[in-house]
Protein backbone atom coordinates (compact mmCIF):
# COMPACT_ATOMS: atom_id res chain seq x y z
CA UNK A 1 0.00 0.00 0.00
CA UNK A 2 1.24 3.38 -0.73
CA UNK A 3 1.16 4.28 3.05
CA UNK A 4 3.11 1.39 3.90
CA UNK A 5 5.88 2.12 1.20
CA UNK A 6 5.66 6.07 2.29
CA UNK A 7 5.91 5.29 6.28
CA UNK A 8 9.24 3.34 5.63
CA UNK A 9 11.00 6.11 3.62
CA UNK A 10 9.68 9.11 6.05
CA UNK A 11 12.93 9.52 8.53
CA UNK A 12 12.47 12.50 10.81
CA UNK A 13 15.62 12.78 11.77
CA UNK A 14 15.10 16.13 13.38
CA UNK A 15 17.55 18.40 15.29
CA UNK A 16 16.61 21.17 17.16
CA UNK A 17 18.79 22.38 20.49
CA UNK A 18 18.59 24.17 23.36
CA UNK A 19 21.35 25.51 24.38
CA UNK A 20 22.43 27.04 28.11
CA UNK A 21 22.08 30.76 28.41
CA UNK A 22 25.11 32.72 28.62
CA UNK A 23 25.39 35.85 30.94
CA UNK A 24 28.04 38.27 31.22
CA UNK A 25 31.23 38.63 33.10
CA UNK A 26 34.35 40.47 33.66
CA UNK A 27 33.44 43.07 31.53
CA UNK A 28 32.81 41.15 28.58
CA UNK A 29 35.89 38.71 28.22
CA UNK A 30 34.31 35.90 30.19
CA UNK A 31 31.47 34.19 30.51
CA UNK A 32 29.38 31.97 32.50
CA UNK A 33 26.10 29.79 31.29
CA UNK A 34 23.40 28.58 33.16
CA UNK A 35 19.26 27.45 31.69
CA UNK A 36 17.28 30.76 31.98
CA UNK A 37 13.77 30.06 30.50
CA UNK A 38 11.74 33.40 30.39
CA UNK A 39 8.19 32.90 31.56
CA UNK A 40 5.14 32.96 29.12
CA UNK A 41 7.15 33.63 26.13
CA UNK A 42 6.70 31.37 23.20
CA UNK A 43 9.09 30.52 20.33
CA UNK A 44 8.16 29.26 16.94
CA UNK A 45 10.61 26.82 15.43
CA UNK A 46 11.37 25.63 11.99
CA UNK A 47 13.38 23.20 10.97
CA UNK A 48 14.49 22.06 7.34
CA UNK A 49 16.12 19.21 6.20
CA UNK A 50 17.82 17.81 3.28
CA UNK A 51 19.22 13.92 3.10
CA UNK A 52 20.75 12.59 0.26
CA UNK A 53 21.37 8.47 -0.09
CA UNK A 54 23.74 7.36 -2.59
CA UNK A 55 24.05 3.57 -3.82
CA UNK A 56 26.68 2.39 -5.93
CA UNK A 57 25.09 -0.83 -8.14
CA UNK A 58 27.32 -2.22 -10.48
CA UNK A 59 28.56 1.07 -11.30
CA UNK A 60 25.07 2.60 -11.35
CA UNK A 61 24.31 5.20 -8.68
CA UNK A 62 21.04 5.37 -6.99
CA UNK A 63 19.95 8.35 -5.08
CA UNK A 64 17.52 9.02 -2.96
CA UNK A 65 16.60 12.58 -1.57
CA UNK A 66 14.69 13.78 1.24
CA UNK A 67 13.41 16.75 2.12
CA UNK A 68 11.21 18.12 5.12
CA UNK A 69 10.10 21.01 6.62
CA UNK A 70 8.78 20.95 10.26
CA UNK A 71 6.84 23.47 12.93
CA UNK A 72 5.89 23.62 16.01
CA UNK A 73 5.74 25.63 19.20
CA UNK A 74 8.01 25.53 22.08
CA UNK A 75 7.44 26.33 25.45
CA UNK A 76 10.40 26.04 28.39
CA UNK A 77 9.17 26.49 31.80
CA UNK A 78 10.87 25.95 35.40
CA UNK A 79 9.16 23.03 37.41
CA UNK A 80 11.64 22.66 40.40
CA UNK A 81 14.96 24.57 41.36
CA UNK A 82 16.49 21.73 39.21
CA UNK A 83 13.73 20.16 36.90
CA UNK A 84 11.87 22.21 33.62
CA UNK A 85 8.80 21.51 31.72
CA UNK A 86 9.34 21.93 27.88
CA UNK A 87 5.86 21.81 25.78
CA UNK A 88 6.27 21.48 22.24
CA UNK A 89 2.67 21.73 19.67
CA UNK A 90 3.19 20.71 16.32
CA UNK A 91 2.05 22.94 13.62
CA UNK A 92 3.28 21.59 10.35
CA UNK A 93 4.44 18.94 8.39
CA UNK A 94 5.75 18.81 4.56
CA UNK A 95 7.54 16.74 3.21
CA UNK A 96 9.20 15.85 -0.62
CA UNK A 97 10.59 12.48 -1.34
CA UNK A 98 12.63 11.91 -5.05
CA UNK A 99 13.08 8.44 -5.29
CA UNK A 100 14.52 6.97 -8.61
CA UNK A 101 13.45 10.46 -10.65
CA UNK A 102 9.88 10.39 -8.75
CA UNK A 103 8.55 12.69 -6.22
CA UNK A 104 6.34 12.03 -4.08
CA UNK A 105 4.89 15.02 -1.42
CA UNK A 106 3.15 14.73 2.02
CA UNK A 107 1.32 17.46 3.20
CA UNK A 108 -0.65 17.75 6.40
CA UNK A 109 -2.42 20.69 5.38
CA UNK A 110 -4.19 19.39 2.41
CA UNK A 111 -7.47 18.76 3.00
CA UNK A 112 -10.59 17.09 1.43
CA UNK A 113 -10.00 15.04 -1.90
CA UNK A 114 -6.91 16.02 -2.43
CA UNK A 115 -5.27 14.32 0.79
CA UNK A 116 -3.86 11.55 0.91
CA UNK A 117 -3.88 8.51 4.26
CA UNK A 118 -0.39 10.24 5.06
CA UNK A 119 -1.40 13.56 5.12
CA UNK A 120 -4.56 12.73 7.20
CA UNK A 121 -2.42 10.91 9.52
CA UNK A 122 0.28 14.03 9.85
CA UNK A 123 -2.92 15.94 10.22
CA UNK A 124 -4.18 14.28 12.92
CA UNK A 125 -1.34 15.66 15.11
CA UNK A 126 -1.15 19.15 14.38
CA UNK A 127 -2.45 20.94 17.49
CA UNK A 128 -1.87 18.26 19.58
CA UNK A 129 0.90 18.34 22.24
CA UNK A 130 3.25 16.73 24.36
CA UNK A 131 4.89 18.12 28.10
CA UNK A 132 8.27 16.72 28.62
CA UNK A 133 9.55 17.18 31.92
CA UNK A 134 13.51 17.05 32.25
CA UNK A 135 16.35 17.44 35.10
CA UNK A 136 18.91 20.46 34.57
CA UNK A 137 21.04 18.03 32.35
CA UNK A 138 18.03 17.49 29.74
CA UNK A 139 17.59 14.12 31.12
CA UNK A 140 13.77 12.94 30.62
CA UNK A 141 11.54 12.29 33.72
CA UNK A 142 8.43 12.18 32.51
CA UNK A 143 6.75 12.25 28.96
CA UNK A 144 2.93 13.74 28.63
CA UNK A 145 0.39 13.27 25.82
CA UNK A 146 2.49 11.06 23.80
CA UNK A 147 0.14 7.88 24.25
CA UNK A 148 -2.81 10.60 23.58
CA UNK A 149 -1.22 11.13 20.39
CA UNK A 150 -0.59 7.97 19.32
CA UNK A 151 -4.15 6.69 20.23
CA UNK A 152 -6.19 9.35 18.11
CA UNK A 153 -4.43 8.43 14.35
CA UNK A 154 -4.60 4.64 15.57
CA UNK A 155 -8.13 4.60 16.04
CA UNK A 156 -8.68 6.09 12.79
CA UNK A 157 -6.68 2.64 11.17
CA UNK A 158 -9.26 0.37 11.90
CA UNK A 159 -8.82 -1.33 7.92
CA UNK A 160 -4.99 -1.81 8.53
CA UNK A 161 -3.49 -4.91 9.68
CA UNK A 162 -1.34 -5.05 12.34
CA UNK A 163 2.14 -5.12 10.40
CA UNK A 164 0.66 -1.66 9.06
CA UNK A 165 -0.50 -0.29 12.30
CA UNK A 166 2.87 -1.19 13.73
CA UNK A 167 4.68 0.74 10.92
CA UNK A 168 2.41 3.97 11.67
CA UNK A 169 2.82 3.61 15.35
CA UNK A 170 6.94 3.24 15.17
CA UNK A 171 6.21 7.20 12.53
CA UNK A 172 4.02 8.66 15.38
CA UNK A 173 6.56 7.97 18.44
CA UNK A 174 9.95 9.36 15.96
CA UNK A 175 7.93 12.36 16.21
CA UNK A 176 6.16 12.46 19.69
CA UNK A 177 8.01 9.65 21.82
CA UNK A 178 11.20 9.63 23.98
CA UNK A 179 13.60 8.98 21.26
CA UNK A 180 12.04 12.42 19.42
CA UNK A 181 13.31 14.20 22.47
CA UNK A 182 16.88 12.47 23.14
CA UNK A 183 17.75 13.30 19.29
CA UNK A 184 16.51 16.36 18.92
CA UNK A 185 16.68 18.39 22.24
CA UNK A 186 18.14 16.47 25.47
CA UNK A 187 21.60 16.63 24.82
CA UNK A 188 21.43 20.34 24.61
CA UNK A 189 20.96 20.97 27.77
CA UNK A 190 24.61 20.29 28.72
CA UNK A 191 26.00 21.24 25.54
CA UNK A 192 28.36 23.91 27.35
CA UNK A 193 30.88 23.63 29.87
CA UNK A 194 29.96 24.55 33.47
CA UNK A 195 33.15 26.85 33.73
CA UNK A 196 33.85 30.17 32.70
CA UNK A 197 35.16 30.85 29.20
CA UNK A 198 36.29 33.15 26.70
CA UNK A 199 35.94 34.00 22.88
CA UNK A 200 37.80 31.58 21.05
CA UNK A 201 38.20 28.96 23.60
CA UNK A 202 37.20 25.42 22.84
CA UNK A 203 35.64 22.33 24.47
CA UNK A 204 34.59 18.85 24.01
CA UNK A 205 32.11 16.58 24.67
CA UNK A 206 30.76 12.67 23.61
CA UNK A 207 27.02 12.37 22.07
CA UNK A 208 24.87 9.43 20.48
CA UNK A 209 22.20 9.90 18.06
CA UNK A 210 19.74 7.21 17.77
CA UNK A 211 17.01 6.40 15.31
CA UNK A 212 17.57 5.74 11.61
CA UNK A 213 21.58 6.60 11.34
CA UNK A 214 22.81 5.98 15.00
CA UNK A 215 26.32 6.90 15.66
CA UNK A 216 28.41 8.39 18.67
CA UNK A 217 29.85 11.33 18.07
CA UNK A 218 32.86 13.23 19.49
CA UNK A 219 31.96 16.99 19.12
CA UNK A 220 34.42 20.44 19.48
CA UNK A 221 32.60 23.38 20.30
CA UNK A 222 34.37 26.87 20.19
CA UNK A 223 33.01 30.19 21.14
CA UNK A 224 32.83 32.26 18.33
CA UNK A 225 31.67 35.90 19.43
CA UNK A 226 29.11 36.89 22.13
CA UNK A 227 27.66 40.19 20.55
CA UNK A 228 24.22 42.16 21.19
CA UNK A 229 22.42 39.34 23.06
CA UNK A 230 23.29 36.59 20.83
CA UNK A 231 25.96 34.10 21.06
CA UNK A 232 27.61 32.28 18.11
CA UNK A 233 29.31 28.25 18.56
CA UNK A 234 30.81 26.57 15.73
CA UNK A 235 31.27 22.93 16.39
CA UNK A 236 32.82 20.17 14.03
CA UNK A 237 32.93 16.47 14.91
CA UNK A 238 34.21 12.53 13.94
CA UNK A 239 31.53 10.15 14.09
CA UNK A 240 31.34 6.51 14.53
CA UNK A 241 28.71 3.93 14.43
CA UNK A 242 27.10 2.18 17.75
CA UNK A 243 26.83 -1.55 17.74
CA UNK A 244 22.70 -2.28 18.77
CA UNK A 245 22.52 -5.78 16.98
CA UNK A 246 19.32 -4.40 15.15
CA UNK A 247 18.51 -5.29 11.69
CA UNK A 248 18.94 -1.59 10.55
CA UNK A 249 21.12 -1.29 7.21
CA UNK A 250 23.17 0.59 10.00
CA UNK A 251 23.89 -2.41 11.72
CA UNK A 252 25.06 -3.92 8.52
CA UNK A 253 27.17 -1.15 7.32
CA UNK A 254 31.18 -1.29 7.07
CA UNK A 255 33.81 0.90 7.19
CA UNK A 256 31.52 3.61 8.59
CA UNK A 257 32.50 7.10 8.71
CA UNK A 258 31.45 10.60 9.20
CA UNK A 259 32.18 13.93 10.36
CA UNK A 260 29.60 17.07 10.83
CA UNK A 261 29.87 20.70 11.16
CA UNK A 262 27.90 23.66 11.76
CA UNK A 263 27.05 27.11 13.34
CA UNK A 264 24.79 27.66 16.00
CA UNK A 265 23.21 31.42 17.38
CA UNK A 266 21.60 31.45 20.15
CA UNK A 267 19.22 34.28 22.27
CA UNK A 268 21.81 35.14 24.74
CA UNK A 269 19.11 35.36 27.42
CA UNK A 270 17.26 32.85 27.58
CA UNK A 271 19.94 30.31 25.69
CA UNK A 272 17.06 29.26 23.39
CA UNK A 273 18.84 28.73 19.90
CA UNK A 274 17.51 31.37 16.76
CA UNK A 275 19.36 30.09 14.19
CA UNK A 276 21.68 27.00 13.23
CA UNK A 277 22.85 25.20 9.73
CA UNK A 278 24.84 22.00 9.87
CA UNK A 279 26.19 19.59 7.63
CA UNK A 280 26.80 16.05 8.18
CA UNK A 281 28.33 13.13 5.68
CA UNK A 282 28.45 9.34 6.11
CA UNK A 283 30.14 6.99 3.94
CA UNK A 284 29.94 3.18 4.25
CA UNK A 285 29.93 -0.48 2.30
CA UNK A 286 26.49 -2.60 3.32
CA UNK A 287 26.52 -6.03 1.72
CA UNK A 288 23.45 -7.11 -0.76
CA UNK A 289 23.24 -10.07 -1.93
CA UNK A 290 26.37 -11.44 -1.99
CA UNK A 291 27.97 -7.76 -3.06
CA UNK A 292 30.03 -4.72 -1.10
CA UNK A 293 27.51 -1.44 -2.25
CA UNK A 294 29.15 1.64 -1.30
CA UNK A 295 26.63 3.88 0.56
CA UNK A 296 26.75 7.77 1.05
CA UNK A 297 24.55 10.09 3.11
CA UNK A 298 24.62 13.78 3.23
CA UNK A 299 22.16 15.29 5.44
CA UNK A 300 21.91 19.36 5.84
CA UNK A 301 19.94 21.19 8.24
CA UNK A 302 18.59 24.37 8.74
CA UNK A 303 16.94 25.72 12.25
CA UNK A 304 15.03 29.16 12.49
CA UNK A 305 13.51 30.34 15.73
CA UNK A 306 11.55 33.18 16.08
CA UNK A 307 9.27 34.73 19.40
CA UNK A 308 5.68 34.69 19.16
Same mark, same amino acid.
Given at each position: MILKKMIRKVSFGLLFPLLCSCNNYDKGQHFSFAISPIENVKYYYTIKNEKISTFEVENKKVVSENKSTVGFIYELTQDTSNNYRVKLTYDQFYIVMINNGKEQIIDASKTGDEAEQIDKLLADILGSSIIVTINSKGGIIDVEGKNAIRDKVLAGLTTYNSGEKKQVEELINQLTGESFFN?????NFNLLPDSLIKKGDSWNRVVKQTGEIMFEANNKYTLIDVENGFAEIDFNST /? =? =???????? /???HMRDFK??????YIIFE =?????? !????KSNFTGVVRVMGRDVPVSIKVKREINV !? =??
Open positions: NNLQD /I =K =KIENGDNS /IMEGNQSGT =KSGLLN !KAAT !K =KI
